[in-house]
Protein backbone atom coordinates (compact mmCIF):
# COMPACT_ATOMS: atom_id res chain seq x y z
CA UNK A 1 0.00 0.00 0.00
CA UNK A 2 1.54 3.71 -1.07
CA UNK A 3 -0.34 6.65 0.44
CA UNK A 4 -1.46 9.26 -2.14
CA UNK A 5 1.33 11.77 -2.59
CA UNK A 6 -0.83 14.81 -2.89
CA UNK A 7 -4.15 16.04 -2.45
CA UNK A 8 -5.57 15.58 -5.77
CA UNK A 9 -4.15 11.96 -5.89
CA UNK A 10 -6.16 11.90 -2.46
CA UNK A 11 -9.04 12.54 -4.30
CA UNK A 12 -8.58 10.13 -7.08
CA UNK A 13 -7.67 7.42 -4.68
CA UNK A 14 -10.48 7.79 -3.19
CA UNK A 15 -12.80 6.88 -5.38
CA UNK A 16 -9.58 3.96 -7.24
CA UNK A 17 -7.86 2.95 -3.52
CA UNK A 18 -9.67 4.03 -0.93
CA UNK A 19 -7.51 2.71 1.64
CA UNK A 20 -4.28 4.66 0.69
CA UNK A 21 -6.38 7.73 0.23
CA UNK A 22 -7.12 7.03 4.10
CA UNK A 23 -3.45 6.13 5.18
CA UNK A 24 -2.07 9.68 3.38
CA UNK A 25 -5.14 12.08 5.47
CA UNK A 26 -3.73 10.46 8.23
CA UNK A 27 -0.36 11.99 8.30
CA UNK A 28 -1.97 15.31 6.31
CA UNK A 29 -5.17 15.85 7.59
CA UNK A 30 -4.86 19.14 6.10
CA UNK A 31 -5.41 18.06 2.61
CA UNK A 32 -9.39 17.55 3.59
CA UNK A 33 -9.55 21.47 2.39
CA UNK A 34 -9.75 19.81 -1.08
CA UNK A 35 -12.48 17.87 -0.75
CA UNK A 36 -14.32 20.18 1.15
CA UNK A 37 -13.93 23.07 -0.93
CA UNK A 38 -15.44 20.72 -3.67
CA UNK A 39 -18.51 19.70 -1.68
CA UNK A 40 -19.11 23.34 -0.98
CA UNK A 41 -18.50 24.19 -5.22
CA UNK A 42 -20.41 20.92 -6.19
CA UNK A 43 -23.76 23.55 -4.72
CA UNK A 44 -22.95 26.02 -6.48
CA UNK A 45 -22.57 23.96 -10.06
CA UNK A 46 -25.88 22.96 -9.00
CA UNK A 47 -28.56 25.64 -8.31
CA UNK A 48 -26.62 27.66 -10.14
CA UNK A 49 -27.39 25.83 -13.51
CA UNK A 50 -30.79 25.12 -11.89
CA UNK A 51 -31.79 28.58 -11.62
CA UNK A 52 -30.53 29.62 -15.07
CA UNK A 53 -32.72 26.79 -16.50
CA UNK A 54 -35.87 26.69 -15.00
CA UNK A 55 -39.12 28.43 -15.77
CA UNK A 56 -39.55 30.68 -13.20
CA UNK A 57 -43.01 31.83 -13.02
CA UNK A 58 -44.08 27.94 -13.59
CA UNK A 59 -41.46 27.33 -10.26
CA UNK A 60 -43.54 30.15 -8.56
CA UNK A 61 -47.00 28.44 -9.54
CA UNK A 62 -45.87 25.22 -8.40
CA UNK A 63 -44.74 26.36 -5.28
CA UNK A 64 -47.68 28.29 -4.16
CA UNK A 65 -49.93 24.97 -5.49
CA UNK A 66 -47.79 22.80 -3.13
CA UNK A 67 -47.51 25.19 0.30
CA UNK A 68 -51.30 27.18 -0.42
CA UNK A 69 -52.04 30.54 -1.40
CA UNK A 70 -48.97 32.69 -0.56
CA UNK A 71 -49.47 36.52 -0.85
CA UNK A 72 -48.16 38.93 -3.63
CA UNK A 73 -45.87 40.69 -0.81
CA UNK A 74 -44.67 37.23 -0.12
CA UNK A 75 -44.20 35.94 -3.31
CA UNK A 76 -42.10 39.45 -4.39
CA UNK A 77 -39.85 38.86 -1.58
CA UNK A 78 -38.57 35.05 -1.37
CA UNK A 79 -40.11 33.71 -4.62
CA UNK A 80 -37.22 35.22 -6.62
CA UNK A 81 -34.19 33.50 -8.72
CA UNK A 82 -32.02 35.13 -6.33
CA UNK A 83 -33.23 34.08 -3.01
CA UNK A 84 -34.62 30.96 -4.26
CA UNK A 85 -30.86 30.19 -5.45
CA UNK A 86 -29.85 31.81 -2.27
CA UNK A 87 -31.44 29.39 0.00
CA UNK A 88 -30.48 26.15 -1.61
CA UNK A 89 -26.86 27.18 -1.62
CA UNK A 90 -27.34 27.97 1.82
CA UNK A 91 -29.12 25.06 2.98
CA UNK A 92 -26.58 22.39 1.06
CA UNK A 93 -23.63 24.05 2.56
CA UNK A 94 -25.12 24.41 6.35
CA UNK A 95 -26.40 20.54 6.08
CA UNK A 96 -23.05 19.24 4.29
CA UNK A 97 -21.16 20.96 6.80
CA UNK A 98 -23.16 19.84 9.91
CA UNK A 99 -23.02 16.35 8.87
CA UNK A 100 -19.09 16.12 8.63
CA UNK A 101 -18.88 17.53 11.54
CA UNK A 102 -21.29 15.18 13.33
CA UNK A 103 -20.04 11.78 11.63
CA UNK A 104 -16.61 13.28 13.06
CA UNK A 105 -17.94 13.35 16.66
CA UNK A 106 -19.68 10.45 15.85
CA UNK A 107 -17.05 8.43 14.64
CA UNK A 108 -14.55 9.77 17.81
CA UNK A 109 -16.91 8.03 19.80
CA UNK A 110 -17.29 5.33 18.36
CA UNK A 111 -14.08 3.71 18.53
CA UNK A 112 -12.93 4.57 21.99
CA UNK A 113 -12.39 0.87 22.19
CA UNK A 114 -9.56 0.86 19.78
CA UNK A 115 -6.19 0.95 20.86
CA UNK A 116 -6.02 3.24 18.46
CA UNK A 117 -7.34 6.94 19.13
CA UNK A 118 -7.00 9.92 16.83
CA UNK A 119 -8.07 13.24 17.47
CA UNK A 120 -11.05 14.91 16.68
CA UNK A 121 -9.64 16.86 13.60
CA UNK A 122 -8.06 13.87 11.59
CA UNK A 123 -11.72 12.32 12.23
CA UNK A 124 -12.66 15.31 10.85
CA UNK A 125 -10.51 15.11 8.12
CA UNK A 126 -11.47 11.15 7.27
CA UNK A 127 -15.30 12.82 7.24
CA UNK A 128 -14.34 15.49 4.61
CA UNK A 129 -12.85 12.76 2.58
CA UNK A 130 -16.02 10.36 3.21
CA UNK A 131 -18.63 12.83 2.13
CA UNK A 132 -16.97 14.01 -1.36
CA UNK A 133 -19.32 11.56 -3.18
CA UNK A 134 -22.00 14.27 -2.97
CA UNK A 135 -20.14 16.28 -5.48
CA UNK A 136 -20.20 13.45 -7.92
CA UNK A 137 -24.09 13.23 -6.94
CA UNK A 138 -24.46 17.11 -7.57
CA UNK A 139 -22.75 16.55 -11.22
CA UNK A 140 -24.86 14.05 -12.07
CA UNK A 141 -27.51 15.77 -10.69
CA UNK A 142 -26.64 19.68 -13.43
CA UNK A 143 -26.45 16.93 -16.19
CA UNK A 144 -29.89 15.59 -15.40
CA UNK A 145 -30.84 19.44 -15.16
CA UNK A 146 -29.28 20.03 -18.61
CA UNK A 147 -30.93 17.69 -20.73
CA UNK A 148 -34.49 17.44 -18.58
CA UNK A 149 -36.52 19.12 -21.09
CA UNK A 150 -39.76 18.66 -18.43
CA UNK A 151 -39.27 21.13 -15.86
CA UNK A 152 -38.81 20.00 -11.44
CA UNK A 153 -38.92 21.33 -8.25
CA UNK A 154 -35.30 21.73 -6.58
CA UNK A 155 -36.52 19.45 -3.79
CA UNK A 156 -36.51 16.30 -6.94
CA UNK A 157 -34.06 17.83 -9.06
CA UNK A 158 -31.10 17.07 -6.56
CA UNK A 159 -30.41 13.62 -7.20
CA UNK A 160 -28.15 13.08 -3.95
CA UNK A 161 -31.29 12.73 -2.25
CA UNK A 162 -33.59 9.72 -2.13
CA UNK A 163 -36.05 12.85 -3.44
CA UNK A 164 -34.44 12.91 -6.58
CA UNK A 165 -36.04 9.41 -7.53
CA UNK A 166 -39.42 9.62 -5.61
CA UNK A 167 -40.05 13.25 -6.52
CA UNK A 168 -42.54 14.00 -3.30
CA UNK A 169 -44.35 17.50 -3.61
CA UNK A 170 -43.64 19.63 -0.65
CA UNK A 171 -46.18 19.51 1.02
CA UNK A 172 -45.85 15.43 1.34
CA UNK A 173 -45.13 14.65 4.84
CA UNK A 174 -42.49 12.50 3.67
CA UNK A 175 -40.93 14.59 1.55
CA UNK A 176 -38.87 16.51 4.66
CA UNK A 177 -37.39 12.77 4.74
CA UNK A 178 -36.95 11.49 1.13
CA UNK A 179 -34.86 15.09 0.74
CA UNK A 180 -32.27 15.15 3.56
CA UNK A 181 -32.01 11.11 3.01
CA UNK A 182 -28.97 10.88 0.55
CA UNK A 183 -29.37 8.36 -2.28
CA UNK A 184 -25.67 7.88 -1.91
CA UNK A 185 -25.46 6.60 1.50
CA UNK A 186 -24.69 2.99 0.93
CA UNK A 187 -21.12 4.85 -0.75
CA UNK A 188 -20.86 6.72 2.27
CA UNK A 189 -21.06 3.70 4.66
CA UNK A 190 -18.41 1.80 2.54
CA UNK A 191 -15.76 5.09 3.13
CA UNK A 192 -16.40 5.07 6.64
CA UNK A 193 -15.96 1.33 6.64
CA UNK A 194 -12.34 2.03 5.11
CA UNK A 195 -11.80 4.74 7.22
CA UNK A 196 -12.16 3.00 10.29
CA UNK A 197 -10.53 -0.07 9.34
CA UNK A 198 -7.38 1.71 8.12
CA UNK A 199 -7.51 3.85 11.18
CA UNK A 200 -8.05 1.51 14.12
CA UNK A 201 -7.90 -2.09 15.34
CA UNK A 202 -11.69 -2.93 15.01
CA UNK A 203 -12.59 -6.21 13.81
CA UNK A 204 -14.94 -6.70 10.88
CA UNK A 205 -17.96 -6.44 12.42
CA UNK A 206 -17.40 -3.42 14.66
CA UNK A 207 -16.19 -1.68 11.70
CA UNK A 208 -19.04 -2.62 9.40
CA UNK A 209 -21.38 -1.54 12.94
CA UNK A 210 -19.63 1.65 12.99
CA UNK A 211 -20.48 2.89 9.44
CA UNK A 212 -23.58 1.07 9.22
CA UNK A 213 -24.92 2.61 12.73
CA UNK A 214 -25.81 6.46 11.99
CA UNK A 215 -27.83 5.92 8.71
CA UNK A 216 -29.91 3.11 10.40
CA UNK A 217 -30.75 5.35 13.45
CA UNK A 218 -31.54 8.11 10.93
CA UNK A 219 -33.67 5.73 8.81
CA UNK A 220 -35.63 4.68 12.10
CA UNK A 221 -35.85 7.68 13.96
CA UNK A 222 -37.01 10.44 12.11
CA UNK A 223 -40.05 7.89 10.36
CA UNK A 224 -40.99 7.93 14.17
CA UNK A 225 -40.91 11.28 14.54
CA UNK A 226 -42.85 12.18 11.76
CA UNK A 227 -45.17 8.99 12.12
CA UNK A 228 -46.24 10.35 15.76
CA UNK A 229 -46.49 13.94 14.59
Not at 102 to 128: F, M, P
Not at 134 to 139: A, E, L, Q, R, V
Request: some cysteine; overall charge neutral.
Amino acid sequence: MTPSKNPIVAVIDLFRSPIECFAAIYERPKWAILPYLMIILGSFILWGSYFNHVDMPWLQQAIQAQLGNIGDNAQQTWLTREVLLAGEVFSDITGRTAVIFVLALWLKLATKSSHHQHSYGKWLAAACFIMLPSFIGDIASYINVMFNTNSILPNAADLNSINGLLKLPLNNRWAALATTMPLLAPWYIALTYAAVSAWTDLDRAKAIVVAVLPWVLTLIVWPLLIISA
